[in-house]
């Protein structure tokens, strides 16, 4: 049955519960990793000896380097504080992930993505210290970066998003509900005014 006029509709994104969103993000999340890891090895062992392969000139090209710390070099050599921190993230993220009772698909890519993105970078820091990037933009000066670097930017992006998207919704939920409630008013207030209306005033004949 359709609802009345000015009632508030449910949002149409499909919507998923806790239950499955919650191995929807780790599967996604395990797969960011398996994908960064295969990746990392790849490049190891194919421009080790300090060789570049160029995928597109002067745009994009592959060379293996070592990082020690964040971007740009930033915290050269403090390891188990950037493995605490994704330790920190990723239990941050899956409380979030519990917190909501429900997701839409873009939740679970954003968490997926940003789980996944920052335990790939940290085993790499457990293990050796060191995180293997080989991603190199020749049209930008920007630090190289991996396969888990793209998974965080893209996580953090989508997660602006859907940030974007659910307070433009809750706003427009809001004023939805304020019209309804007034269209509410409006109707009791017919209602009660009609009886008056159709009865018999004092002194008029019958």
Same mark, same amino acid.
């Given at each position: 049955?359709? %609802? ?7 949002? *149409? ?5 806790? /239950?499955?969103?919650?191995?929807? $993000? ?8 398996? =994908?960064? &890891? ?5 490049? #190891? ?12 000139? *002067?745009?994009?090209?592959?060379? =293996?380097?070592? *990082? ?5 070099? $930033? =915290? ?7 493995? !605490?921190?994704?330790? !920190? ?10 917190? /909501? ?13 940003? !789980?996944? +993105? ?13 995180? #293997?990037?080989? $991603?190199?933009?020749?049209?930008? *000066? ?12 893209? +996580? #953090? ?17 809001? &004023?939805?509900?304020? =019209? ?6 409006? &109707?009791?207030?017919?209602? $009660?005014?009609?009886?008056?209306? %159709? ?8």
């Amino acid at each position: 049955m359709c %609802g009345r006029i000015g009632e508030p509709k449910l949002r *149409n994104s499909r919507e998923y519960g806790r /239950r499955l969103a919650l191995p929807v $993000i780790l599967i996604l999340a395990l797969l960011v990793i398996g =994908l960064d &890891r295969m990746t990392k090895f790849m490049a #190891v062992d194919r421009l080790g000896d300090g060789s570049v392969y160029t995928v597109i000139p *002067n745009i994009l090209d592959f060379m =293996l380097v070592y *990082n020690m710390g964040a971007a740009w070099g $930033i =915290l050269e050599g403090a390891r188990f504080i950037f493995v !605490i921190i994704s330790v !920190i993230a990723t239990l941050a993220l899956l409380a979030y992930a519990i917190w /909501r009772k429900r997701h839409t698909l873009l939740s679970l890519l954003a968490i997926g993505l940003l !789980i996944g +993105g920052a335990n790939g970078n940290a085993i790499d820091r457990a293990l050796s210290g060191e995180v #293997v990037d080989f $991603i190199h933009l020749l049209f930008i *000066n920007f630090p190289l970066f991996n396969v888990a670097d793209c998974a965080i930017a893209c +996580g #953090v992006f989508l997660l602006f998003v859907l940030f974007f998207m659910e307070s433009r919704a809750d706003s427009r939920d809001r &004023r939805l509900r304020a =019209l309804h409630s007034r269209q509410s008013d409006e &109707r009791e207030l017919i209602e $009660i005014k009609q009886p008056l209306d %159709g009865s018999d005033t004092p002194g008029e004949s019958t």
